[in-house]
């Protein structure tokens, strides 16, 4: 991957050269939700005791940019992740599913950054790419707030269209579906521009032993912090206006009442449970 | 006294209950001044003000229904300015998460969203939140001038505490750049008539053991009075729609009373439901690994179970 070419902002827009749609989807590696999670002594989540993957939600991101690199003439789709060593296995897994090329940010100093600080990191990658479109996940499996994409977009003073249900990109507008309790809404904007994409997207696809064999071929990036353009924003631990003060594991549940449901059994248990908790 | 900043969510006017449990928060910081967005504000003010809103500020630029998160954040960054709130506090909603987040980047503010619990005073604002499936509690300290936090509902009972709440158009310019995200299409939906879903005392949830007949599930909510949920895997094979779906990617629930029936209680799943007071979970496969949640576990078939408890409520409640 030729870094020259990255760092053009807008490319599509700009040069015939690089006259492609460049379609970056944010993909984060987080502990995995079945094994054991905690925290470390810093307040900040445990990224080596528990194993780790892809962010489940963020396969709906790769599989929805795929889907739009289908659609339009000439696009590439690049994974870029932010965090340590590990994190690596994420743009693997975006690369075995079909993601054309993946950036890696691994920095020290990135430990114990928190949404407001990752959002500059993410942009500031974004904009060394030179993206038309960024593709995100709905939230962060880890505990994830579902607000980096909005984020990243107020940095790089995009449109955000967040939480799609429906995906569609048309010529220079982007489409989605917004489902919310009382309505479901067509929102669009014209690139670059920042989408979010629900797991009501689509079922993301399985890696294939074609892709897995083209992933070990395909380019990645390794940046650190010095290889972007913060804008200033100052990112880590210490840079953090938020500061964990205690982390405490809810003690197990005491065992409740079981009963086996014989003759009725069950309904008059439920019942009297009912009545004795004052729920009629 | 600082001021406050509380973003009102409603639905053409009618005030969540959300949105009155943070101003009860509010009100322990300073004076609560409400801001409400887009069609029907103005309705808002009266209950606001029961509950302690001491002004009511209407941002009512069209902008604001049509066009996605940003020109709120506009509107809010310019009234933070004009009021000198020390405080922002927003129900969490999906599109409020954005809000405080883009807020947060724009003015350099200390972030928290999905808080459970606020605490502080002048000059100090610490939250509770229930991260990893409510496995975990974290602490924190939010810094930064104003500090921007999200609340979840029910993390505090909403508490009468009149106010004048005198209504005013907040005087806010919306920038062409903020309206780039258009809504060009908005459908209503049909509502069920049930209690909403994240404000209800009692919630009934179904799951794949219903096989797609959820009539057992809506007979014991409704003797209830109590709000039917449903897992992902219902959801997917679409017997119930989206917006009744708990957990992780669906909604955050924590009812005095949840009942899971045919539900095998997947960490998605619990994420959304585990800080309910009670559990009751009736399921056929005794180790189903919810049981280790509940305080009540009926080991049965849900078809049987579910209509004879309806009778017997029936019956009680005369
Ligand atoms: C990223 C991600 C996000 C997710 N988000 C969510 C989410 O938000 N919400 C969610 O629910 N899931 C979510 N899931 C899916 C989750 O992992 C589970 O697949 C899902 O919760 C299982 O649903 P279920 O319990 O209804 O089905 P199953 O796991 O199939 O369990 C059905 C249960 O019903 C019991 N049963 C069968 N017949 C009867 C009967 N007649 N009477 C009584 N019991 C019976 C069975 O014993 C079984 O325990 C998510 C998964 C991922 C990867
Ligand atoms: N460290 C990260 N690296 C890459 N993408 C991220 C990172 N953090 C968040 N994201 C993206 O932002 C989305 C929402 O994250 P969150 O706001 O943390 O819930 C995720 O689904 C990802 O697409």
């Keep these: 991957m030729d870094d020259g070419a990255r760092s053009q902002p807008n490319a599509a827009d700009t040069d015939c050269e690089w006259s492609e749609m460049k379609i970056v989807a944010l993909v984060k590696y987080v502990p995995d939700a079945k094994g054991d999670r905690g925290f470390l002594d810093d307040g900040t989540v445990d990224r080596e005791g528990a194993d780790g993957l892809l962010s489940e939600l963020d396969e709906y991101a790769i599989e929805q940019s795929l889907q739009i690199k289908d659609e339009v003439d000439d696009a590439e789709v690049i994974a870029l992740t932010v965090g340590p060593d590990d994190a690596a296995d994420a743009i693997k897994r975006s690369l075995q599913m079909g993601a054309d090329g993946g950036v890696h940010v691994n920095d020290e100093s990135v430990h114990g950054s928190d949404a407001v600080a990752t959002s500059a990191i993410l942009a500031a990658a974004v904009r060394k790419i030179g993206a038309d479109l960024v593709v995100c996940g709905m939230s962060s499996t880890d505990g994830g707030m579902g607000v980096v994409p909005a984020m990243v977009a107020e940095r790089l003073d995009w449109p955000a269209l967040t939480f799609g249900s429906e995906v569609g990109v048309n010529g220079q507008a982007v489409t989605i579906r917004r489902d919310s309790d009382v309505t479901s809404q067509t929102v669009e904007a014209e690139l670059p521009a920042v989408v979010s994409v629900t797991d009501q997207s689509g079922e993301a696809r399985y890696p294939s032993m074609k892709g897995i064999l083209a992933a070990k071929k395909k380019p990645v990036d390794e940046w650190t912090l010095a290889d972007l353009d913060l804008a200033g924003v100052p990112v880590g631990l210490d840079a953090a206006l938020t500061t964990v003060t205690q982390t405490t594991e809810r003690p197990p549940k005491q065992a409740g009442q079981i009963v086996t449901d014989e003759d009725g059994s069950g309904a008059q248990a439920l019942a009297d449970f009912l009545s004795a908790g004052k729920y009629l | ?318």
Excluded at chain 2, 13 to 20: H, I, Q, R
Excluded at chain 2, 61 to 82: F, G, N, T
Excluded at chain 2, 143 to 154: D, F, I, L, R, S
């Design chain 2, 1 to 318: 006294m600082t001021n406050v900043l509380v973003i009102t969510d409603h639905i053409a006017g009618e005030v969540t209950k959300p949105t009155l449990e943070v101003l009860t928060i509010a009100a322990g910081f300073g004076d609560p001044i409400a801001v409400a967005f887009g069609a029907g504000a103005e309705l808002t003010a009266t209950r606001l003000a029961v509950y302690g809103a001491t002004k009511n500020l209407t941002v009512t630029d069209e902008a604001v229904d049509s066009a996605l998160v940003a020109p709120k954040v506009e509107a809010v960054a310019q009234l933070i300015e004009q009021t000198g709130a020390a405080l922002v506090l927003a129900p969490a909603t999906l599109e409020l998460n954005e809000v405080a987040g883009r807020l947060a980047v724009r003015i350099n503010a200390g972030l928290i969203t999905n808080a459970v619990g606020v605490t502080g005073g002048e000059g100090s604002v610490s939250t509770e939140q229930s991260v990893f499936a409510g496995d975990w509690t974290v602490t924190a300290s939010v810094g930064g001038q104003p500090a921007v936090v999200t609340v979840k509902p029910n993390s505090v009972a909403a508490q009468a505490a009149p106010a004048d709440g005198t209504v005013e158009a907040a005087q806010v310019t919306i920038s062409e750049g903020a309206k780039r995200a258009r809504i060009t299409k908005s459908e209503p939906k049909a509502a069920s008539g049930r209690p909403e879903l994240t404000e209800a005392r009692i919630v009934v949830s179904g799951g794949n053991g219903t096989k797609g007949d959820f009539s057992a599930v809506e007979g014991l909510a409704d003797v209830l009075g109590a709000a039917v949920g449903a897992s992902r895997v219902a959801v997917d094979s679409g017997w119930y729609p989206h917006s009744y779906q708990v957990g992780q990617t669906g909604k955050t629930v924590s009812p005095q009373l949840y009942i899971a029936a045919g539900i095998s209680g997947a960490i998605q799943h619990r994420a959304g439901m585990q800080t309910s007071k009670n559990i009751v979970v009736i399921n056929s496969d005794e180790e189903a690994p919810i049981f280790a949640i509940a305080d009540l576990g009926i080991v049965g078939d849900l078809h049987e179970v579910l209509p004879q408890a309806t009778d017997k409520v029936k019956q009680i409640k005369g």
